[in-house]
């Protein structure tokens, strides 16, 4: 597939007012990711023939976990920002996992594009797993709702969807962590996520089986992992 690059388009950066990208591995580093994102990947679960989609992949860290834990599923890795994705085939070309000698493994593929803009992309019901990681709360909440109906547009019927993501901040000391994420990617698009609004978001835009799997208390705040699937045909929510 050759890369595609949407129209510019206005999003947050990745670490928001805090810090330039560059800094974005070490600052993640610091949100307890190694724990996090390997529950996403337990979630995910990739079989050798899957689809996966990851939908603003950044540099790429949780889809070059899930091709080291299945280098023969074909990896797609979505982000609006050119330069985090330099960054992300970086990454790619100096990984040396025992994975990368085999015959089988396809690389991931890089593309530029907003998560809302997922069908015009890749088409619809390509994906048997579409993931995400600390997107949704940078997003205004109608960027929410369009992003996550762009996820269920190119998964399969009965596709699985896997977000690990800021969720709902049940302590006090949670809620004050996470005014940190707040400062840097503001309040108004960050609030809803801390009173819990993704599960319900996650029905409107067709999922079932929505549950929260995980939840990692972190210096900025508890990150949560999601699980749904895409509705079959006669399913209901």
Do not use: N
Not at 88 to 115: C, H, I, N, Y
């Amino acid at each position: 597939m050759t890369e595609t690059v949407t129209p510019e388009a206005a999003f947050t950066p990745a670490l928001g007012r805090l810090a330039p990208t560059r800094f974005y591995d070490p600052v993640i580093a610091l949100t307890r990711e190694r724990l996090w994102r390997a529950l996403a990947a337990m979630h995910v679960a990739p079989r050798p023939e899957d689809v996966l989609v990851d939908v603003g992949c950044g540099t790429g860290s949780l889809a070059l976990l899930l091709h080291r834990i299945e280098p023969r599923a074909r990896i797609i890795g979505v982000d609006p920002d050119p330069a985090m994705l330099d960054r992300a085939r970086r990454k790619a070309a100096t990984d040396s996992t025992a994975s990368s000698s085999q015959t089988s493994a396809r690389s991931p593929e890089w593309l530029v594009g907003m998560g809302d803009a997922l069908p015009e992309l890749l088409g619809t019901g390509i994906a048997d797993t579409v993931v995400s990681s600390l997107v949704l709360h940078q997003c205004p909440l109608a960027v929410k709702r369009a992003i996550l109906g762009a996820m269920a547009a190119v998964l399969r019927p009965g596709g699985r969807l896997v977000i690990a993501d800021y969720g709902l901040q049940r302590t006090a000391l949670m809620r004050l962590a996470f005014r940190g994420v707040q400062f840097a990617d503001g309040r108004e698009d960050t609030q809803p996520q801390a009173d819990g609004v993704l599960p319900r978001l996650m029905h409107e835009a067709g999922f079932h089986k929505v549950r929260e799997a995980e939840v990692v208390p972190t210096v900025t705040g508890s990150i949560s992992v999601y699980v749904a699937t895409r509705d079959r045909v006669g399913d209901g929510v």
